[in-house]
Antibody, heavy 116, light 113 residues
Framework: QVQLVQSGAEVKKPGASVKVSCKAS????????INWVRQATGQGLEWMGW????????GYAQKFQGRVTMTRNTSISTAYMELGSLGSEDTALYYC?????????WGQGTLVTVSS | QSALTQPASVSGSPGQSITISCTGT?????????VSWYQQYPGKAPKLLIS???KRPSGVSARFSGSKSGNTASLTISGLQAEDEADYYC?????????????FGTGTKVTVL
């Protein structure tokens, strides 16, 4: 079954970092980019960045530059998104999605809550 | 990079057609035929409806269609059905010369009356 399965919900304190995983199955992990998109409760979708799992090349939205790192482990077909210096405004549902200008396959989302 | 502008809400009666607009700039929507549209139900991940402005992935109803004119892309839902009540987002490629490779729209809530 072609799917992306993300890690479970996280609760973090302000200033901490969070690392979310996204495990691909049912297709060749290195054939398609992985993008990360987040959505605060009741808000719209926000593009965070992309990673090419084959080369490891990445590109991050200007808003997250210096605070986000996207990596992968090709041996286990898993992509990671680490976001640092968390603030309350980072409380959101974080999605990984396969593709580029067409995000055809999405993970189920990981809720990250930032609270003191 | 600012979010693409969509109407906050659009409504229609069953069987009618509605159109959701997505206004960007000459740097994103206007420069590329790479606008995608997504449907999202509450508590669910988005689903791709339209890619490259007009293309429907396999399995997506032909009632959904996309178009573009200048800096504005549009999604039309024909023969509106109760199941179409959801949030809809556009997304455009914004070019590799910027940090923000992609930009989403502000989202539109569709209500079936």
């Amino acid at each position: 079954q072609v799917q992306l399965v993300q890690s479970g919900a996280e609760v973090k304190k302000p200033g901490a970092s969070v690392k979310v995983s996204c495990k691909a199955s049912g297709y060749t992990f290195t054939n398609n980019d992985i993008n990360w998109v987040r959505q605060a409760t009741g808000q719209g979708l926000e593009w965070m960045g992309w990673m090419n799992p084959n080369s490891g090349n990445t590109g991050y939205a200007q808003k997250f530059q210096g605070r986000v790192t996207m990596t992968r482990n090709t041996s286990i077909s898993t992509a990671y998104m680490e976001l640092g210096s968390l603030g309350s405004e980072d409380t959101a549902l974080y999605y990984c999605a396969r593709g580029g200008w067409e995000l055809l396959l999405w993970g189920q989302g990981t809720l990250v809550t930032v609270s003191s | 990079q600012s979010a693409l502008t969509q109407p906050a809400s659009v409504s229609g009666s069953p069987g009618q057609s509605i159109t959701i607009s997505c206004t960007g700039t000459s740097s994103d929507v206007g420069s590329y035929n790479l606008v995608s549209w997504y449907q999202q139900y509450p508590g669910k991940a988005p689903k791709l409806l339209i890619s490259e402005g007009t293309k429907r992935p396999s399995g997506v109803s032909a009632r959904f269609s996309g178009s573009k004119s200048g800096n504005t892309a549009s999604l039309t839902i024909s023969g509106l059905q109760a199941e179409d009540e959801a949030d809809y987002y556009c997304c455009s490629y914004a070019g590799s010369s910027t940090f923000d490779l992609y930009v989403f729209g502000t989202g539109t809530k569709v209500t079936v009356l």
